[in-house]
């Protein structure tokens, strides 16, 4: 059983570009959420996806967007980059609805360097 | 707004041994899940406990136990007979129970644990 699986695992831009980060989901997961670890530091949360719809945000520009799709895998987008977005980002899974317990199930990461 | 604070950036231990980790949050839910998680070098994330406000019993998991004080507002973990592989960042996190699908986790800063041969 796959867990969650997240692209590229590494990636360099530079300030101005724009980049996108993927994940897949756990089997029978169909709640996605994004998180920011910068360097030293806990994850910051950035927003959740579930049926196609942003549910929740937390406190990100809207340089940072994002897309779940039919099949629960999600995309997050960040535009005109800056240095400060240098950070891991975490994608976690869970199941929606009532048959979550709470627990969330993170990939590895993409690591972002903007230069 | 709910917030999260550990206020050791780092702990070592030697195999074997017991060690215990702090985390005091701030929230005024009533309702909600209170989580240690482990990150290794490797970076995944992995759930190491999880506790519901609503029970009053301490929850546990092999070696790994808390102290829930909620009136408090503490959250420790007790790591007992440590092993090497225990090496890795432990994050608190605090998530809100609200209904459906809300999934959004609040975590500390972290704390960096060394066991030691």
């Known amino acids: 059983d796959a867990g969650v699986t997240q692209s590229p695992t590494h990636l360099i831009k530079t300030r101005g570009q724009q980049v996108t980060l993927r994940c897949s989901p756990k089997?029978?997961?169909?709640?996605v959420s994004w998180y920011q670890q910068a360097l030293g530091q806990g994850p910051q949360f950035i927003f959740q996806y579930y049926e196609e719809e942003e549910r929740q945000r937390g406190n990100f520009p809207d340089r940072f967007s994002g897309h779940q799709f039919p099949n629960y895998s999600s995309e997050l987008n960040v535009n005109a980059l800056l240095l400060g977005d240098s950070a891991l980002y975490l994608c976690?899974?869970?199941?929606?609805?009532?048959?979550?317990?709470?627990?969330?199930?993170f990939g590895e990461g993409s690591r972002l360097t903007v230069l | 707004a709910q917030t999260v604070t550990q206020s050791q950036p780092e702990m070592s231990v030697q195999e074997a041994e017991t060690v215990t980790l702090s985390c005091t949050y701030d929230?005024?839910?009533?309702?909600?899940?209170l989580f240690w998680y482990k990150q290794p070098p490797s970076r995944q994330m992995i759930l190491v406990i999880r506790?519901?406000?609503?029970?009053?019993q301490n929850a546990t998991e092999n070696r790994f136990s808390v102290n829930f004080q909620k009136a408090a507002k503490s959250f420790s973990l007790k790591i007992s007979d440590s092993q090497l592989g225990d090496t890795a960042m432990y994050f608190c996190?605090?998530?809100?129970?609200?209904?459906?699908?809300?999934?959004?986790?609040?975590f500390g800063k972290g704390t960096l644990l060394t066991v030691n041969p």
């Open positions: 996190a605090f998530m809100k129970l609200s209904g459906g699908s809300n999934y959004k986790l609040t």
């Open positions: 929230t005024s839910e009533s309702n909600y899940y």
């Open positions: 976690a899974s869970a199941p929606g609805g009532t048959r979550g317990t709470g627990e969330l199930f």
């Open positions: 506790q519901e406000a609503y029970k009053q």
């Open positions: 089997s029978g997961h169909d709640t």
